[in-house]
């Protein structure tokens, strides 16, 4: 895509695809493209569309343009070598592990992303590396196929078959990749170790590559992958064995994807510290295009997870400034919801039905909460969020003047839960303990 490309935005009519974060159009001029339309909508629990934050689509297309511009960047990734040299400097059987490979590609002609620009709101154009002066919801992208496993039933057992990744090509791996640099209260694995004994603790803590137990707001030495399903109807831990057999390819190609995965999450890493955020944690996706693999799908504050510290009343909270803020909200404004919908996964586990068909049914019945609206003063906070990384990313706010901000947001938002009487509801979640953060340090 060298000569300038122009998407009249004014024939996007039905979208092909109708998710909870975006909307997908093909088209049929370039039937190898496709443009995704950020919503200003979110989902948490994987329960659909149920609440929106105005503005969030601009900022999140912006965030997800800047972010695939870095990784296409070549210079950007030699600053990522200098980086792991210097910390990882000690443990140099990791630092071999993240230098061979991909990183050599890399530095040398920047990432495969299946991004090809940030679409201008009045004119259609598509701005590869800069920002349109028109911002709008709208990227264009390559298109690679979906290809959803099928289920197979037996005694009240319900299976996946993933053969038809095999020989396929040009497809999404089926895998969500979550690299984690540290641990927070929210983390999925932290959930899953609560639930383990003491030698399941120990598998576990092995398979992640970590030695010491688990403790939230932790950093980990180097980080961590994990994988869950893709495209079955909830996400499904994997085992590595498990997730080499789900990705359709080869060890090697499953240790390349590891390498891209952590590599991509300390490039953004190095994007939000400038910024005064921390990054925890983030989920890439891969496609697979011949022997090369392909950065691929969204990549915004719905898919990472970084937080700021605020000091309230002589205590230190961390704010999250992406989805979690919102997981944290009805988790503790509308416990009893949040509870049937863990009720409702549960129930699904066991039929093999979608656990939405469970909620809404007990909904329906009456012994589930009906699902609650979001009190416009927090949506005010998140939408204050959103429109403070807009605004630094388009270069309408200095350095100095975002970081003052973030930690008037956060004061902002410590507040909304202590005016509510639930801070200390809130301090489970998010208050610092005396081993938070720098144990693994």
Not at 32 to 55: A, H, L, Q, R, Y
Not at 118 to 139: A, L
Request: negative net charge; aromatic residues 12%; charged residues 30%.
């Amino acid at each position: 895509m060298s000569e300038k490309t122009v998407i009249d935005l004014s024939r996007l009519r039905k979208p092909d695809y109708n998710g909870s974060v975006q909307e997908l159009y093909f088209l049929e001029e370039h039937p190898e493209w496709m443009v995704c339309k950020t919503m200003p909508g979110g989902s948490v629990f994987d329960v659909g569309t149920i609440f929106s934050i105005p503005n969030s689509d601009i900022c999140r297309t912006a965030l997800r343009h800047k972010i695939y511009s870095l990784l296409e960047t070549p210079e950007e990734w030699e600053n990522i070598y200098g980086h792991i040299c210097r910390k990882y400097a000690r443990d140099k059987e990791f630092l071999a592990f993240l230098s061979e490979g991909p990183l050599e590609d890399f530095r040398l002609r920047g990432a495969d992303t299946h991004h090809l620009g940030m679409i201008d709101r009045d004119t259609g154009e598509v701005y590869r590396k800069s920002f349109p002066p028109h911002p709008s919801q709208y990227v264009l992208v390559k298109k690679y196929k979906i290809i959803k496993p099928s289920r197979v039933s037996y005694n009240d057992n319900h299976l996946w078959d993933y053969s038809e990744y095999y020989g396929a090509d040009k497809f999404v791996v089926p895998l969500e990749n979550i690299v984690r640099i540290g641990l927070t209260s929210g983390s999925s694995i932290y959930r899953n170790y609560l639930n383990m004994n003491d030698a399941e603790r120990k598998n576990y803590l092995k398979e992640l590559g970590l030695r010491e137990e688990l403790v939230p707001w932790t950093l980990f030495a180097k980080p961590v992958v994990d994988f869950t399903t893709k495209y079955e109807p909830e996400d499904r831990s994997l085992k590595l064995q498990e997730a080499l057999h789900v990705s359709g390819s080869s060890g090697k190609k499953l240790l390349d994807i590891i390498k891209m995965c952590i590599l991509g999450a300390i490039l953004v890493s190095e994007f939000f510290r400038k910024i005064g955020l921390f990054l925890w944690d983030l989920k890439w996706e891969i496609a697979r295009d011949g022997d090369k693999l392909v950065f691929v799908d969204t990549i915004d504050t719905d898919s990472i997870r970084v937080t700021t510290k605020a000091n309230y009343n002589n205590k230190d909270y961390f704010v999250n400034f992406n989805k979690q803020s919102m997981r944290d909200y009805y988790k503790i404004m509308h416990s009893q919801w949040f509870e049937a919908t863990k009720s409702a996964k549960a129930a699904a586990l066991k039929s093999g039905k979608s656990f939405l068909e469970h909620l809404r049914a007990g909904q329906a019945e009456g012994y589930y909460p009906g699902t609650p609206q979001v009190d416009r003063r927090f949506i005010d906070i998140q939408e204050d969020k959103f429109n403070t990384l807009i605004a630094y990313i388009y270069g309408q706010a200095t350095l100095d003047s975002t970081i003052e901000k973030y930690n008037e947001i956060g004061l902002k938002e410590i507040g909304y839960y202590d005016a509510n009487g639930v801070l200390e509801e809130y301090d489970k979640l998010n208050g610092m303990g005396e081993e938070t953060v720098v144990r693994s340090q």
